[in-house]
């Protein structure tokens, strides 16, 4: 985890493109694929979490990389 937090810290258009790629398979799997109702909301939802966590993890990494403001913070440590 740490490994990926620094590289996506070191590379913040790759998260953002990550994310984006995230963010248009949910919305394909949402408005363009006829599967139940069911399966498309859990497919979907896990695609949105997996383009927030890909986010959360850019933002954290470039905090990390470029700032001192998570530095102190005890989540982050190590």
């Keep these: 985890m740490k490994d990926m937090v620094i590289t996506l810290g070191h590379h913040p258009i790759i998260g953002g493109a990550i994310s984006g790629i995230h ?8 408005f363009m694929i006829d599967i139940p109702p ?4 859990l497919v979907q939802l896990c ?7 890909v986010s959360f993890i850019t933002v954290v990494g470039w905090l990390k990389n470029n700032t001192n403001l998570i530095d102190h913070w005890q989540i982050f440590k190590k």
């Design 23 to 30: 963010i248009a398979i949910g919305y394909l799997i949402g």
């Design 47 to 53: 695609v949105w979490m997996g383009g927030i966590a």
């Design 38 to 41: 069911v399966v498309m909301q």
